[in-house]
């Protein structure tokens, strides 16, 4: 008999009207027992595929050219696997990146619970991470008040995960962290719509500004994407031709 799976993060909404939960591994959240749409599975299925498509091509040509460069002969088998490189790729940046992610956010919550923080990793690339992030700490006045909670719509059945709130140099700030290369439009419409249904369950906007840390995990390199909230309502504006988009792909048409 199957094991039914058991939630890594329950939390009650809207005062206690609505139970949510969180299973990380499917990464799926229910609301009262039923699967919601998540912001980043939104956003990623209104996502141009054009540039996935390039960057899968880019990675079977580096791996050919690097069995050129290197003096071999390019086999059937190469040319196989070449063809798989960017899941090679995808998966271990995914890897790395998730790595990061945790290591911050054990951080995080011993920060504000006043426990040990967490050991340096030990691998090269997620220590880069992690240094990168401790570095944006250092340089700035930073109060960490929540992370990784669940936030949910009522308006636009929608929900997600934030990864913090904290006062960021005495401004109440809504935080996300990157470990990709690329911070572009759905990144700034993820912000604002997990900014969105927190204001909309406590009744007001309490921000004061957005910021998006992106962390490079081969250099520790920060860039800070400082948004504030001039665009927030266009960014969400965003978000919500993304949900328009992913409910059309996920209805079933009318038969006649």
Request: aromatic content about 8%.
């Given at each position: 008999?199957?094991?039914?799976?058991?939630?890594?993060?329950t939390?009650?909404?809207?005062?206690?009207?609505h139970?949510?939960?969180?299973?990380?591994?499917?990464?799926r959240y229910?609301?009262?027992g039923?699967?919601?749409?998540s912001?980043?599975?939104?956003l990623?299925?209104a996502?141009?595929?054009?540039?996935?498509?390039?960057?899968?091509?880019?990675?079977a040509?580096?791996?050919?050219l690097?069995?050129?460069?290197?003096?071999?002969?390019?086999?059937?088998?190469?040319?196989?696997?070449a063809?798989?490189a960017w899941?090679t790729k995808?998966d271990t940046?995914?890897?790395?990146?998730?790595?990061?992610?945790?290591?911050?956010?054990?951080y995080?919550?011993?920060?504000?619970?006043?426990?040990?923080?967490?050991?340096?990793?030990?691998?090269?690339k997620?220590?880069?991470?992690v240094?990168g992030?401790?570095?944006w700490?250092?340089?700035?006045?930073?109060?960490?008040?929540?992370?990784?909670?669940?936030v949910y719509s009522?308006?636009?059945?929608?929900?997600g995960?934030?990864?913090?709130?904290?006062?960021?140099?005495?401004?109440l700030?809504?935080?996300?962290?990157?470990?990709g290369?690329?911070?572009?439009?759905?990144?700034?419409?993820?912000?604002?719509?997990?900014?969105?249904?927190?204001?909309?369950?406590?009744?007001?906007?309490?921000?004061k500004?957005?910021?998006?840390?992106?962390?490079?995990k081969d250099t520790g390199?920060?860039?800070?994407?400082?948004?504030?909230?001039e665009?927030?309502?266009?960014?969400?504006k965003?978000?919500?031709g993304?949900?328009a988009?992913?409910v059309?792909?996920?209805?079933?048409?009318t038969?006649?």
């Open positions: 008999m199957a094991t039914k799976a058991m939630p890594d993060i939390c009650s909404l809207y005062n206690g009207k139970e949510a939960k969180y299973f990380d591994k499917s990464h229910t609301i009262d039923v699967r919601k749409k912001v980043t599975g939104i990623g299925v996502k141009e595929t054009d540039i996935l498509i390039m960057w899968a091509v880019k990675m040509r580096l791996y050919l690097e069995i050129i460069e290197s003096g071999g002969m390019i086999t059937i088998g190469d040319v196989l696997e063809c798989t899941r995808r940046a995914a890897g790395l990146g998730t790595q990061v992610h945790d290591w911050i956010e054990t995080v919550k011993a920060q504000q619970t006043g426990d040990e923080e967490p050991e340096l990793p030990t691998d090269e997620v220590l880069n991470g240094t992030f401790l570095s700490v250092g340089e700035n006045d930073i109060e960490f008040l929540d992370s990784e909670f669940i009522e308006k636009y059945d929608y929900t995960k934030p990864d913090a709130v904290a006062k960021v140099n005495g401004l700030t809504l935080v996300d962290y990157k470990t290369s690329v911070v572009d439009w759905s990144a700034h419409a993820q912000v604002s719509a997990y900014l969105e249904a927190i204001a909309e369950e406590k009744g007001k906007n309490m921000f500004n957005r910021v998006i840390v992106q962390i490079s390199e920060v860039t800070v994407h400082d948004l504030g909230m665009q927030h309502e266009l960014d969400f965003a978000f919500l993304a949900l988009i992913s059309c792909k996920s209805s079933k048409p038969k006649k």
